[in-house]
């Protein structure tokens, strides 16, 4: 009896302290016929939630936010919702299962989401966009302003979100693959929600990394030199 009150204990204690590694999850899903990829990129603190076909490609929605993992349960204080015009949530519950492989989310359809293989890069982590370069002592954006343009990289994945905190003004997202190695710094871009004909571009830029900022340059969507100097968010 004391061994089988030991391992209950023991048993208990590890299902409490259960967390989610840190990395890009991604699941299989359809609707009316249409194959659909999920996507999950998570830290230590955040929660992104990102649905798109591949093909045709098309952009179906992003949640994202910081979140808290109590009793099973993934709660998320959600920063932006692309799709808040229609449903205005600003907070999640969902109830989740850790697995060998990655973890479910449970619900309609308990998705089951595989974990991507690690890929650190120099670049990893979430950013937020400061200011146009090159740096002069100019006024930055920063995480006060409601406004935000947020880059979130993890495992040779990368995603940008504009949005506002205090409206939930969702203004875009796009995502992708991306490398980052001996200053070039390379995106190919799998969803695109303001454009799907740029699903499937490759771009290079140069990129530096100064103290907390990350120093990117290249040419914008209409070809004119770019400069963007975007703070670690930490």
Do not use: C
Request: proline share 3%; hydrophobic share 35%.
């Amino acid at each position: 009896m004391k061994w089988i009150i030991i391992f209950f204990s023991v048993f208990s204690l590890a299902s409490i302290q259960a967390q989610i590694s840190p990395g890009v999850y991604h699941a299989q899903d359809s609707l009316n016929g249409l194959s659909l990829t999920h996507e999950l990129k998570i830290d230590n603190a955040y929660f992104i939630h990102t649905i798109y076909s591949e093909s045709p490609a098309g952009f179906v929605k992003t949640v994202g936010g910081f979140y808290k993992l109590e009793n099973d349960v993934l709660t998320v204080k959600l920063e932006f919702n692309s799709s808040y015009e229609e449903d205005t949530t600003t907070s999640l519950e969902l109830p989740v299962e850790i697995v060998e492989e990655g973890l479910v989310l449970i619900g309609d359809s308990n998705l089951t989401f595989k974990k991507d293989p690690e890929f650190k890069q120099p670049l990893d982590g979430k950013w937020l966009f400061a200011t146009r370069g090159p740096d002069e002592g100019q006024e930055r954006r920063g995480e006060s302003n409601s406004r935000k343009t947020m880059k979130f990289l993890s495992d040779g994945h990368f995603q940008w979100i504009a949005y506002d905190t205090e409206t939930f003004k969702f203004s875009g997202t796009g995502g992708g693959t991306y490398t980052s190695k001996d200053g070039i710094y390379s995106e190919n871009i799998q969803f695109f929600s303001r454009d799907n004909a740029r699903v499937g571009a490759k771009l290079n830029f140069t990129y530096e990394i100064k103290g907390d900022d990350w120093h990117h340059k290249g040419k914008n969507s209409k070809g004119g030199p770019m400069y963007e100097i975007w703070a670690v968010r930490k």
